[in-house]
């Protein structure tokens, strides 16, 4: 550590955002308006849900206005009753009107440097013509969708054609592999796919096409699939199911009328990993989904018409859902999209792309913090990184030490850093500053307006100071309506161990201040740079090689990617360890789930340590991979199995 943070860690320093700051915010104008003075009575006076939340939601157009804001019956929600809504009429249609007709909507940036820039209006005509093209393929309102492509403009315009619609996306990220994407498909019960020939990463083509046709194999419901044009690398084509993304908009008309969907009318299915082997499908409309993102975004990043926003992230993950496509569109934002390695080719590439483009405000994740900590702080320091004004973080707890040098080298000590905590399931942040919070590096700080938090002990007592299960109290309205296809599993899973209120699956503690300062997830999911993965989904992966008869996967702290995965493996009788099986292993799992679901660390052992039920206790494996004390193992029905560990290869 250096003696700078030591320092700073001791004296517990606050950093207040400057006048400048506070002044010139969104939230301050808001305020102003309403005659609330300070960051407290903001607070309470958004504890009036549905005051604030009609405040919120009289910023989008309707085609109906809603009859009452919130009907809670717990664990389950509505919200804008009664409202008629698009969340594209919003994110598109609304802007025709108005001067963002010619704005810039996305800089696109390619891996090998190419730039496309579209505007509203050119955005506006590409998703009404894919939306006329998926309608001539027989899709309608209700019909699901499946997309698995990269970081290109035609993934947004694929997700908000089909909302366009009424159609239900489900994308997938493309770094995931074909039995992940079928899994998938299959879940959802996709008509259409869509997906690209190849594209850009590190240089390389990867051959998407490929995985989806493997994927394809066995996903009956999908009667076509659309390919987009991107790398230009060889595929097949399947006469009677593909069809090129280009020959199928050809001639499609550039004018598409905008269903006229309910509030609660399901908007997309987004898969996210859970304890258990199968990914669960988390369910969002249209209402209180655009609501809820248009709102975070606007006041957390204060985003104004002459902004450039980049939210770093891929849109496979809810951060690009709601954060790259949905919100800053509603916004009528200028958001720049990159399609390669952040790294690539040179480990400045994000920070000459800042520059180039004269981002403003800057998202990304705490893994990359760390990554570019790691190379040092010549590159950012060869950019005229001037242009920024804030910076923000998501998807695990960002350590102090990276915290002070995001604020210092990236930030040069002028722009407040928006830690925001929340998950797939919350569709838009929770816990998170504003511009005028005071911040404390390493805590989200506190709830979004409106939102009641809390952290819990085991008997479901309010905690201070220890830490404890994070939950949220109140329903907002980006909230995750149901789990698809599961409606018992969402209530078990978030609703059933302290009732009527929302477990998040995260450790916290609640410091004296009310601040929050998250720990990880407390069930078995494992949050690799950011990603979640469910190690049962990992321990499916291994099983389910030939040579492989049991494994235990858990998280292992690394310093840069958050938390690193380590398998232990037991091999079949007949089978002999060696290095080689290790990374034919690791490449088994990067094909069934995807490269960044491979193990760092394999361990041949010949026991693994479980309860008289059978089930494996990852906390006696987690405790001895980390070098900790292996504490109570008086539930272990093979006690013996702890000392097999010790004999690991
Ligand atoms: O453990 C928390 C961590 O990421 C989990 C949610 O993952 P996912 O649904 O994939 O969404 C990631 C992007 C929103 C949470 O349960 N997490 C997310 N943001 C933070 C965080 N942990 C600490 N601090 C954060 N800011």
Redesign the pocket.
Known sequence: MTKELEALLKEKRIFDPSDDVVNNSNIKRWMNDRGINTYDELLERARDQNWFWGEMGRELEWFEPWNNVLEWNPPHAKWFIGGKFNIVHNALDRHMKTWRKNKVAYIWEGEPGDIRKITYYSLYREVNKFANALKSLGVKKGDKVSIYLPMIPELPIAMLACAKIGAIHSVVFSGFSARAFRQRVNDAGAKIAITVDGFYRRGKVIPLKESADEALKDAPSVEHLIVVRRAGNDIEMDEDRDIWWDELIEGQSVVCDTEIMDSEDMLFILY?SGTTGKPKGVVHVHGGYAVGTHATLKYVFDLKDDDRWWCAADIG???GHSYIVYAPLMLGATSIMYEGAPDYPKPDRIWDMVGRHGVTVFYTAPTMIRMFMKYGDKWPKRHDLSSLRLLG??????NPEAWVWYYKKIGRERCPIM???????TGSFILTPLPITPLKPGS?TKPFPSFEADVLNDDGEPITGRGGHLVIKTPWPAMLRTLYKDPERYVRQYWSTFPGVYL???VARKDEDGYFW?Q??EDDVL?VA???IGSAEVESALVSHPKVAEAAVVGKPDPVRGEVIAALVILRSDVNPSPDLKDELRNHVGREIGPIAKPSMIGFVKDLPKTRSGKIMRRIIKAKIKGEPIGDISTLANPEAVAALDEMV
């Open positions: 996210t993950w809810v951060t973080s998501v998807g695990e707890p960002i830690d925001t905590w929340w998950q797939t399931e989200a998040t699956g995260d998250l990880g997830r949050n950011g990603h979640r």
